[in-house]
């Protein structure tokens, strides 16, 4: 907890969810961030809020300020007068964590500021799902590094994936977003029985090659049979983009959550071509190597 008198800075990083069968329970944080700087003040007040670039969405609307005040409301706290200066270099609606990482910092400034201390960070993943619906993202923002997250009838477990050094990543999207809302509108109500036992199958290849970085395991652990395929049509130059960054040395490449953004992982240092790559045949948007985040995003006091 902060004195009254302090300010300080957060720096939360964006995640790529799912990496094919983690569907909805699988965070792994990158290195692109939004980042805050928080001043506390005496008394209490709604929360100043303003984003460089100057936010699109109503007031109301804003994650950051929707989570402050949940955290407020479910601890029973008032928490301090708080100007909260935030810029994101996450890009919107391109499946790489932006509302979870906007979540985290809230619930995580809300944390900073209260009365209350936490021994861990389950709390607030907790209210973290509550807001975004599916835990994967916020998990991650929250916990750093690959974040593995089961909300079941009795709470909720927490898994942290241990990911190899050698790894490193690459992201690509296209000019036009898609958001959450689209791609879950094109997912069948049901799937083929065999299309549900080989998923599983491919998350166990998927999570040992995370964990000791071989080339084999993940090029087939990223393979999906609930989603991707689906979203996929949804995204001119996905396919070309993935096999591009396949010829180009990736060991895998797949989605990044719901899309329209794509991720690539490959020999940590040999990036620069797979991510050229996979931008290639997407329409306009950007491409970046990004670095693995294995910490969890802490306050920093001025």
Do not use: K
Not at 3 to 29: K, W
Not at 37 to 61: N, S
Not at 85 to 106: H, K, M, N, Y
């Amino acid at each position: 907890m902060v004195a009254m008198s302090e300010r300080f800075s957060l720096r939360v990083p964006s995640s790529t969810s799912n990496l094919g069968p983690g569907f909805d329970f699988l965070g792994l944080c990158l290195g692109l961030f939004i980042e805050a700087e928080v001043e506390i003040t005496d008394g209490h007040r709604e929360p100043l809020i303003e984003w460089t670039p100057a936010a699109t969405w109503p007031a109301e609307e804003d994650l950051v300020l929707r989570a402050l005040r949940l955290y407020a409301a479910r601890f029973g706290v008032r928490l301090p007068a708080l100007t909260i200066r935030l810029s994101s270099e996450i890009p919107v609606g391109r499946g790489f964590g932006s509302s979870g990482a906007a979540t985290a910092a809230g619930l995580l400034i809300a944390a900073e500021a209260s009365p209350i201390h936490h021994e861990d960070r389950l709390p607030l993943v907790e209210l973290a799902i509550e807001l975004e619906g599916h835990p994967d993202n916020a998990a991650a923002s929250l916990l750093g590094g690959c974040a593995l997250a089961v909300p079941h009838d009795a709470g909720l477990e927490l898994l942290q994936h241990p990911v190899h050094d050698s790894l490193g990543f690459a992201v690509a999207w296209p000019d036009p977003p898609l958001f959450t809302e689209q791609s879950r509108a094109v997912l069948p109500e049901s799937i083929p029985f065999q299309d549900a036992v080989e998923n599983p199958r491919r998350l166990a290849l998927l999570l040992d090659g995370l964990r000791t970085g071989d080339p084999t395991r993940l090029r087939l652990g990223v393979h999906d049979r609930l989603h991707e395929r689906f979203r996929r049509a949804l995204i001119p130059g996905a396919d070309a983009a993935i096999q591009g960054a396949l010829e180009a040395g990736a060991h895998a490449a797949c989605l990044s959550g719901a899309g329209s953004g794509l991720v690539a992982i490959g020999p940590r240092g040999q990036m620069e071509a797979i991510c050229a790559a996979l931008a290639a045949p997407l329409e306009g948007g950007g491409a970046r190597e990004v670095p693995f985040e294995p910490h969890a995003p802490e306050p920093l006091r001025a």
